[in-house]
Each structure stands twice: as C-alpha cells, then as structure tokens.
C-alpha cells in the first residue's frame, strides 16, 4: 500500500475489555514495530517483527499485551483485560531493514485508545 | 539505560524566524539519528543522520550530527505556519531490532 494504515484511528473500552488493533504495513516492508505514546511524550517500543518472527517484544508492559504478525504482513496488538493506564495512542511503524536507509521506519496515523 | 533528551519542549516564535531544535542521546548502541515532524496523524520522516557528520538539508529545513558531542540540531529558517508541530528525534540502536529511542518531543508554534 501507499503507506502505514492502522484501523481502528479511535478505539475506547471499559476497563477491562480486551482490545485488538491492526496495522497494514507498506507492502514488502519486513520490518515492522509497535510503540505506545503517552499524552505529551515521545513514544515509548513496545515490539519487533522481522516477516513473521517476534524478534523483540522487551518493551511489553505486561502479559496482558500480545502481539502477532502470522503471515508476515498485517500485525495486530491485542491488549487483554485493559486497564486505565493502557490509554495511548499505539503508533505502528515499518521498514525494509538490514541497515542504512532500509532503517527509516515509516509510521502510521496510530490508535487513540481511551479505557473508561 | 538508553536515553534521548530533546530542548526546548516547547518553543512559540514568529513566522519568518529561525529556530534551532535540540537533541542529545546517551545510549549503548548508536546506529543512526531520525528526526521526524509530528502533527495530528502519522510522524513524517524528515532526515536521517549518521556519525559520517554529513549535514542534510531539505528546503528550509537543515540538520547536523555532533559525533563528540553526542547530539544532533534541526534547524528552520524563514518558519511558516505550517511548520507548527511536534517535532520527535529518535535514536535507532544497532542490534537485531534496529528500534528507536525517541525523546519526549519539542512542540513547536508558529504565530503569523
């Protein structure tokens, strides 16, 4: 596609509903990662997928996150049980990687996820 | 622990000045340095620098790395409107995940 897409760009829960959002990213990009952005911060890695493999998920706050990427393409993070202190915006990002300007992440408009 | 620091966080000049954002980065691992422009949807990227020094320029937007120093500067001349934003720099750290360290943001207002 023409850029990073990320459905829902509004999403709020009650405490404790699970949520699943998707990212769409550029097509033949095998990189692709997940943050989380704090109202007033920068945003914060949450995981990394290289194709269908979750090279790095360190930035997980919790086992409620979980993230996949099955056929090495769309990825959705799904949040369990969510909590008040979930609500972010969850930006997406991907790249061609292996190095030099492969490394530029393109980013997604992102997800406001506000948990009443 | 890997740490990316941006000055000011926010700054409020006059369209048709010039002004210099700031960033200096403490990490283990520097690969390169991103800076990208935040508005209301997806940051766009805007330059990538690496410790060859080399200074990119786009327009009125130019930027610079500081290998000994460890920092890097964006620089807009001739500011419009348009340019109010956040603007985000981010580390990206060498490794498997190439994944970036950003700092907290510098918001930017241009008064016409």
């Known amino acids: 596609g023409a850029g990073v897409s990320q459905s829902p760009r509004y999403k709020v829960a009650k405490r404790g509903q699970d949520v699943a959002l998707r990212c769409d990213p550029i097509?033949?990009?095998?990189?692709l990662f997940w943050y989380q952005q704090a109202l007033g911060q920068g945003p914060e890695f949450l995981t990394y997928f290289q194709n269908e493999a979750q090279l790095d998920k360190s930035g997980l706050p919790s086992d409620r996150f979980f993230a996949e990427r099955p056929e090495g393409s769309v990825s959705t993070l799904k949040i369990q049980r969510t909590q008040q202190e979930d609500s972010a915006v969850y930006l997406c990002?991907?790249?061609?990687?292996?190095?030099?300007?492969?490394?530029?992440?393109?980013f997604g408009a992102g997800t406001r996820l506000s948990v009443l | 622990e890997d740490k990316v620091v941006q000055s000011p966080l926010s700054l409020v000049v006059h369209e048709g000045d010039t002004v210099t954002l700031n960033c200096s980065y403490e990490?283990?691992?520097?690969?390169?340095l991103l800076w990208y422009k935040q508005e209301k949807k997806a940051p766009t990227f805007l330059f990538m620098l690496t410790s060859s020094g080399i200074e990119k320029k786009s327009g009125r937007l130019s930027s610079i790395l500081d290998k000994k120093e460890l920092s890097s500067i964006l620089n807009i001349t001739a500011t419009q409107t348009g340019d109010s934003a956040i603007y985000l720099c981010a580390v990206v750290l060498g490794g498997a995940a190439q994944k970036l360290v950003f700092g907290q943001g510098t918001r930017l207002t241009i008064n016409p």
């Open positions: 097509s033949g990009h095998v990189s």
């Open positions: 990002a991907s790249s061609l990687g292996y190095g030099g300007g492969r490394d530029i992440q393109y």
């Open positions: 990490v283990t691992n520097f690969r390169s």
